[in-house]
């Protein structure tokens, strides 16, 4: 449990993505990063691997279009076979433009349901917001400063030369301040 | 990377802008109260749709025997609105999939309230298909469910059945789109507003977003998968509907230019209703700074480059007709541009092909009124055009004894002005209560947080003092 963090706020991109690598070189652990919006090339900044998701969604396509296809395949030549204009009964490509759209609409769902479960988003969750400002124009990193060799003095050496605007220290526990 | 100041492209957002000065221009209309001209606007809109609920109930009550069809023609008005409302959602996904699978970053002034646009326009095309069913409450029936019929199964080689397949899945991931974009800024709104209803409201909905990177490294990645999964959803989507006609033997029908044909008529019309809105938007709104005239100006060019992409295809037609040696397809195409119905054929003409030449002129796509009028007149056309191939086809089939007119009844016309209604009501609403520019997409876009350097100094002693 992370018992103090530094946060370094700052109002340039430019000035967060730099300070971000610096801290990594400098071999102090990144909490995280709070921006108001994707901020281009953060992930490497941070050392973030490339996200999973998009294997989610490759599983959830394949078996939206594999199910649908057994599924016609089933319906139309098994349970009930229907003479549809002496069209055979397992006519494939009549059936590929319903498994298109099952594979879409799972893929689709399924990578949104899985960045909402993985991020933990949900209706009802507090927001707790590490400053007021970071949904608007600032950008805050967060340091994890419990462990040894990293105190306020060291992280301002290290981002001062990147216009930070401040620098604070907030414990989570107690830190709640701007959580709503 | 270059300097985005050096770049010959005009800048995405004029006024010097910086990011707090984004977030507040665009909650601004949010914030203050309910103009005038919104409530005119509503309440027109609202008469509208009230007077499509009167028409719908009373057809459903009645029964579909109060359109205008006949034996001949048995498709004519609800089909065309159809069509019609689909297409104008096209050019919604457009905006926010394809383009952003292109990386053209003027569309963040435009995407948010293009999604809703398309959101809208479905549910305003689907209420047809489901009142022409003459017993709605029975739709269900076209969904596969195990029944105590057999159990029965829906026809799955049937195009119309695709088209249910098609609208529904589109309805769904067009909403969760928009609704994923929507999470950052109504975060946004949610940190800015004081406690009240807005707060409450935007907490639940923002789903505790609080910016982290973590959170943002994975929204990106399935944002980019959902655009990947739209934009060959939004070409599956035309030309399924393209195919209800195409797989008939209907001459005028039973043809394969149709399903890029109809996709790119869908795109054309669909630009040309985001123009209408956007004009009217960017005014009312006060939006100047963000919806400029740049982003007028490539609309423009990309309805133009579509419009003639549809003329092509009218052309084509014409020729693939009379290549084709078929005399019934022949007569079809000869009975359009001179029979009875010529009169709609040639305002589609005019409407799509013709008039819209004038975009070629930097005058043209420079003026406001112009290209308001411009794209009303394309609304128009394209209602035209979906008209001419439903009505003219059927009207005049191989029997010269079953040829048979049509003319729309004033309920049909009466739906057709309640769905307007629907739309634009919708519309309101939503301009009322989201932020139509997508604040986190611009800021990012616009490169408001990597100022040049002689801004960043200013900002920079500004700090300091």
């Not at chain 2, 104008?88 to 383009?99: K, R, Y």
């Not at chain 2, 003409?349 to 420079?366: D, E, G, M, Y």
């Not at chain 2, 209602?383 to 040829?403: A, G, K, Q, Y």
Request: charged content about 15%; hydrophobic content about 50%.
């Amino acid at each position: 449990m992370n018992d103090r963090i530094l946060l370094a706020t700052f109002a340039h991109e430019d000035d967060l993505l730099a300070a971000t690598a610096a801290v990594r070189a400098a071999g102090h652990p990144i909490v995280d990063v709070f921006t108001p919006y994707a901020v281009h090339g953060l992930d490497r900044a941070m050392g973030l691997r490339p996200s999973r998701l998009t294997w989610v969604c490759f599983v959830c396509g394949m078996v939206g279009a594999v199910g649908m296809l057994v599924f016609q395949h089933w319906t139309a030549a098994i349970s009930w076979p229907l003479n549809v204009g002496g069209k055979p009964w397992n006519s494939l490509p009549a059936h590929v433009p319903v498994a298109f759209e099952a594979a879409v609409l799972l893929a689709g769902f399924g990578s949104v349901f899985a960045l909402l479960w993985v991020s933990r988003l949900f209706p009802g969750r507090q927001a707790r917001l590490v400053a007021p400002r970071v949904t608007d124009d600032r950008f805050v990193l967060a340091v994890d400063a419990s462990g040894p060799g990293i105190d306020r003095a060291t992280l301002e050496r290290v981002v001062g030369q990147f216009d930070s605007l401040a620098i604070e220290e907030q414990t989570p526990r107690t830190g709640g301040k701007a959580s709503c | 990377m270059a300097d985005p100041n050096s770049s010959p492209r005009p800048p995405l957002v004029t006024g010097d802008k910086t990011i707090a000065d984004v977030t507040r221009d665009i909650c601004a209309p949010l914030e203050r109260g309910p103009t005038g001209l919104w409530w005119g606007a509503l309440a027109v809109s609202c008469s509208a749709l009230l007077l499509g609920v009167v028409a719908v109930g009373y057809q459903i009550a009645v029964g579909v025997g109060t359109w205008g069809l006949n034996k001949t023609v048995g498709w004519a008005f609800d089909i065309t609105n159809f069509v019609f409302w689909v297409g104008i959602g096209h050019a919604g996904t457009l905006i926010s999939a394809v383009l952003f699978l292109f990386r053209q970053k003027w569309r963040t002034a435009v995407n948010r309230s293009a999604e809703a646009m398309t959101l809208f326009a479905v549910v305003c095309a689907g209420i047809f298909p489901l009142i022409h069913m003459g017993r709605p409450w029975l739709a269900f029936w076209t969904l596969p469910y195990p029944n105590t019929r057999g159990s029965l199964w829906v026809n799955f080689k049937s195009p119309l059945l695709w088209d249910v397949f098609a609208i529904s899945t589109y309805l769904l991931i067009s909403a969760v789109f928009w609704y994923v974009g929507l999470i950052p800024d109504l975060a946004t709104i949610r940190d800015r507003s004081g406690p009240g209803w807005r707060r409450r409201i935007c907490s639940v909905l923002s789903l505790g977003w609080n910016g982290s990177a973590r959170t943002w490294h994975r929204y990106e990645t399935v944002y980019m998968l959902l655009a990947g999964l739209a934009t060959p959803l939004v070409f599956s989507v035309h030309t399924i509907v393209s195919m209800d006609f195409a797989t008939s033997v209907i001459p005028g029908w039973h043809t394969t230019i149709f399903p890029p044909y109809f996709v790119a008529g869908a795109i054309f019309s669909g630009l040309a209703m985001v123009l209408t809105l956007m004009i009217v938007a960017r005014k009312v709104m006060r939006l100047e700074d963000y919806i400029t005239h740049s982003h007028v100006d490539q609309m423009c060019k990309l309805m133009l480059s579509m419009g003639c992409i549809v003329g092509l295809a009218y052309g084509t037609e014409f020729f693939t007709a009379f290549y084709s040696g078929n005399g019934y397809e022949q007569f079809v195409f000869k009975n359009r541009a001179l029979g009875p119905f010529c009169w709609a054929y040639w305002t589609m003409v005019t409407c799509n092909v013709v008039i819209p030449q004038l975009l070629w002129f930097r005058s043209v796509r420079a003026s406001l009124p112009c290209v308001f009028a411009l794209a009303i007149v394309v609304n128009i056309g394209m209602w035209f055009e979906r008209f001419v191939i439903i009505v003219t086809s059927l009207h005049r089939d191989f029997l010269p004894s079953s040829w048979a007119d049509y003319a729309p009844t004033s309920i049909e016309i009466a739906t057709l002005l309640g769905s307007f209604g629907l739309f634009f009501s919708c519309f309101l609403i939503f301009c009322r209560f989201a932020p139509v520019i997508a604040m986190a997409e611009i800021k990012g876009a616009a490169h408001l947080g990597k100022p040049a350097a002689g801004r960043r100094e200013a900002h920079r002693q500004e700090h300091a003092a």
